[in-house]
């Protein structure tokens, strides 16, 4: 176990709907990154918090948000889902933003939208 | 745009046997590389890492290998076990950046 902790472990929603997914970093870790696992996929990097920061982002539209907050923790917001949104969203720390420094992973949220 | 490829999706191996895994980048300016180890409804684990300026890395049971005149990363798992049945990534971080980016992966399948 890595002490990256995500919730919920998985959701359903509707298409158009909005949806929050929460992370809770390594002790001591102070950047999270968000990726999306889409089935049979590797994961694709959404975006970086560093220090309450968005510290970079990768090719997502800007209905994918987040949040991260002074304990570290932070939280991805999806709004307008759509039916590809479908895919496992994995968070993970690091003690820093710039590689290299290992970034453990969470479980995962399974997110499925209909 | 950017990739981290993988040569063969799916590996079978013989319980005890060494396996080999490979991956092909294509970003000549990545400086890190990892390879992570994904079992079944769970997030990704680290197994090794290795920077640019080596060619070869050992840890417990694996090898990393390094080809930057190729572009191509190898994992080699001695005497494998069916614990090591899982989904493995390679991942590339280009210098200076703060992003990992994932292959597709491999499946390898250990045969008792």
């Known amino acids: 176990e890595t002490g990256v902790t995500q919730s919920p472990t998985h959701l359903i929603k509707t298409r158009g709907q909005q949806v929050t997914l929460r992370c809770s970093s390594q002790?001591?870790?102070?950047?999270v990154s968000w990726y999306q696992q889409a089935l049979g996929q590797g994961p694709q990097f959404i975006f970086q918090y560093y220090r309450e920061e968005e510290n970079g982002r990768g090719n997502f539209p800007p209905r994918f948000s987040g949040l991260q907050f002074p304990n570290y923790s932070s939280e991805l917001n999806v709004n307008a889902l759509e039916l590809d949104d479908s895919a496992l969203y994995l968070c993970a720390s690091s003690l820093a933003a710039v590689p290299p420094s290992e970034q453990y992973f969470g479980p995962g949220t399974r997110l499925t939208v209909t | 745009g950017e990739s981290v490829g993988l040569h063969l999706p799916t590996l079978s191996v013989q319980e005890g046997d060494n396996s080999i895994i490979n991956c092909a980048y294509s970003?000549?300016?990545?400086?890190?590389f990892i390879w992570y180890k994904q079992e079944s409804g769970k997030g990704p684990q680290f197994i090794i890492d290795i920077r640019s300026n080596m060619d070869k890395r050992q840890g417990q049971r694996v090898t990393v290998l390094l080809n930057k005149t190729v572009k191509h990363l190898s994992l080699q798992i001695a005497a494998t076990q069916p614990g090591d049945s899982a989904v493995y990534f390679c991942?590339?971080?280009?210098?200076?950046?703060?992003?990992?980016?994932f292959g597709t992966g491999t499946r390898l399948k250990v045969l008792a």
């Open positions: 991942a590339e971080t280009p210098s200076g950046t703060y992003k990992y980016i």
């Open positions: 002790s001591g870790h102070n950047t």
């Open positions: 970003n000549s300016a990545s400086d890190y």
